[in-house]
């Protein structure tokens, strides 16, 4: 097994009365894809963005990268990128006044086109964020989380209301930030979404994680214990067992 | 990490991404500039580009005396010589005219006595008469075959200086766009960049809480004195705008116009922390402009309102900035002369910005 570049130890988040998080401990590995997969509200977003150094969290440990999140948010900031649901991008500016913005936030100097390259944004380098399209705007958001040549991206729902052609496309994009050796944590309500891009998936419900393997292993399990399909096509996917572990079919967020 | 991170530097992209992000803005250069501008083209015009005041000559004067000749000269003084006594008394009754003089010569000393009648339907104007007057009478008096000056005659240079409509007007849109850039502009940025989750997105890079704000507040504080600057010089050379001690004086305005601005952003960021969405910052920021653009002696003297609103206005921070931009530009006065009004003008910063730092909200 490979070295663990994130280590999470008994985090709990708490809102008041409400706990967003609750005790969950997990690891990911240097070099893979790790997906948070679970319903709306179990925790997803909140748990990222305590690793993001975004949140402050009541307890537990959180190891980035060797960084301690308590001790050295900054260092932290440094080797992580970090795509957030539905933020948008300082007004007014063009998309590669946008890199070198965020260049200067992280004190290095970056060229906007080789960057916009890498995400085949180059003939939009003059327009604004808004103009883009849904894909073109999550390749976008993406470029943002590599300015910095980060060990570590993290991407929330990136390929959330886009089209199928637009959908594959990232997933493409994703693999060769992978392959080109970052680690990418990400999280979806796409089930064969994460089957094709995730080597390891942890499924949240409530705050709490009740299962982290392999998308084979989970499917090979279930089947294993005598689930099948209704339609016979195959014996089962992933989706199977998101529903079967969260029991839930619907949530409303 | 091989190179140690530089604040200076992200503040730096800050600034700059905003300051390209405003320039780009319609409404931050339709208030700053724009609006200024329109009120001053039409009261530069309204104004003619100087007061000017009509004097009737009585038919009796004396017209080969230097007093006349200076009178004639002036640029301030037309003189009326055409009209009967009759329709000349009856003008003056009226107000069209604004003194009749006559200047009798005479044996014994002093060789000229200078007779005025003014008018009580216009009094203002009868004022700036005299004024010219006892200027004139100041050098005559100071030639050497003339008897020695009389007391009542040493008028200072200061309230004989022409003061124009724009010399009033100026100041006053000056400090009512930086009232507006600063509050409405940080307002709707901190506002905008907090729903849309830039500033969120910001945290996530190593860049200090200090830098977003800092390098926000030098990209308008550069915008809005490139926009005092612009409106200074046009108001210079189109409409006769009196700059004293002229470059200094500019330099003391744009340090007067910083200073007000850096104030008026605490409003801004006050405005932006209690608004809860975009179209709730103009009525908020209204309140606090709209009663400053009205009171604080933008358009008119307060020295004209009844005595019971003055003291409302005496406690607005654009009175002080109008009153020591005028004081500056008009009668010279250096930043030292007008340290009342910068005093107030900081205290009224400690305040608002104590105020922000309670309400200021970051997501």
Request: glycine content about 6%; overall charge neutral.
């Amino acid at each position: 097994m490979s070295k663990a570049i994130i280590t999470v130890e008994n985090l709990i988040k708490k809102y008041d009365s409400f706990t967003a998080v609750n005790n969950i401990s997990f690891e990911v590995f240097e070099g893979e894809i790790f997906g948070l997969l679970g319903p709306n509200g179990a925790g997803k977003t909140t748990t990222l963005e305590i690793m993001e150094t975004l949140r402050d969290k009541t307890s537990g440990k959180v190891i980035i990268h060797d960084f301690d999140l308590d001790k050295s948010p900054d260092a932290i900031k440094h080797i992580i990128g970090v795509q957030l649901q539905a933020a948008g991008y300082y007004p007014n500016l063009n998309l590669s006044e946008l890199i070198e913005l965020f260049s200067g936030l992280y004190g290095i100097s970056v060229q906007p086109m080789e960057l916009l390259a890498k995400v085949a944004l180059t003939d939009k380098a003059k327009a604004r964020y808004k103009e883009l399209s849904g894909g073109q705007k999550q390749r976008f958001s993406i470029a943002t989380t590599l300015i910095n040549q980060p060990k570590i991206i993290f991407l929330d729902e990136p390929t959330t209301g886009l089209d199928p052609q637009a959908r594959r496309n990232l997933w493409d994009l994703i693999l060769e930030i992978r392959n080109a050796g970052t680690t990418i944590v990400l999280t979806t309500h796409y089930m064969d979404e994460a089957e094709v891009l995730c080597d390891r998936v942890a499924f949240i419900d409530a705050g709490k994680i009740i299962g982290i393997d392999t998308p084979d292993k989970f499917i090979d399990n279930l089947v294993a214990s005598g689930f099948e399909r209704k339609k016979q096509v195959k014996q089962a996917n992933l989706e199977d067992v998101f529903i079967n572990l969260t029991g839930k079919e619907w949530r409303e967020d | 990490m091989t190179k140690k991170y530089s604040n200076t530097k992200a503040t730096l992209a800050m600034a700059k991404a905003s300051f390209r992000s405003i320039l780009r803005s319609p409404s931050a250069v339709v208030f700053s500039l724009a609006f200024p501008l329109i009120f001053i083209l039409v009261f530069g015009f309204i104004g003619g580009g100087g007061v000017s005041v009509d004097v009737g000559v009585d038919k009796g004067s004396d017209s080969q005396n230097p007093i006349y000749q200076a009178l004639k000269s002036s640029k301030i003084v037309h003189l009326v010589e055409d009209e009967t006594e009759s329709e000349m008394k009856s003008n003056l009754d009226k107000g069209r005219i604004d003194a009749i003089i006559n200047i009798q010569k005479q044996a014994t000393r002093p060789p000229f006595i200078v007779n005025v009648r003014y008018t009580k339907a216009s009094l203002e104007k009868g004022n700036i008469v005299k004024s010219v007057l006892n200027n004139i009478l100041y050098e005559a008096n100071r030639t050497p075959d003339a008897p020695p000056p009389v007391a009542e005659l040493r008028e200072s240079t200061v309230e004989a200086r022409v003061y124009k409509t724009i010399d009033f007007i100026l100041p006053g849109q000056l400090g009512f766009s930086l009232l507006s850039s600063g509050v409405f502009g940080t307002a709707f940025v901190f506002l905008s960049l907090r729903m849309t989750l830039v500033i969120k997105r910001f945290f996530a890079t190593p860049v200090k809480r200090y830098s977003i704000v800092l390098g926000e507040a030098i990209a308008r504080i550069v915008f809005s004195l490139l926009g005092a600057l612009f409106i200074i010089l046009i108001g210079y050379y189109f409409f006769g705008f009196t700059l004293i001690h002229g470059f200094v004086t500019v330099l003391e305005m744009l340090f007067l116009s910083a200073l007000g601005l850096i104030v008026f952003m605490g409003f801004g960021f006050v405005v932006s922390g209690i608004a809860k969405n975009e179209s709730s910052v103009p009525p908020i920021a209204n309140i606090i402009t709209l009663p400053q653009f009205l009171l604080s002696g933008t358009f008119f003297s307060i020295t004209a309102f009844p005595t019971w609103l003055q003291p409302i206005s005496r406690a607005l921070p654009l009175t002080y900035l109008n009153d020591a931009l005028r004081q500056v530009a008009f009668e010279g006065a250096t930043l030292m002369d007008v340290s009342h009004q910068v005093l107030i003008l900081l205290i009224w910063g400690i305040i608002i910005y104590a105020v922000a730092v309670k309400t200021f909200k970051w997501e």
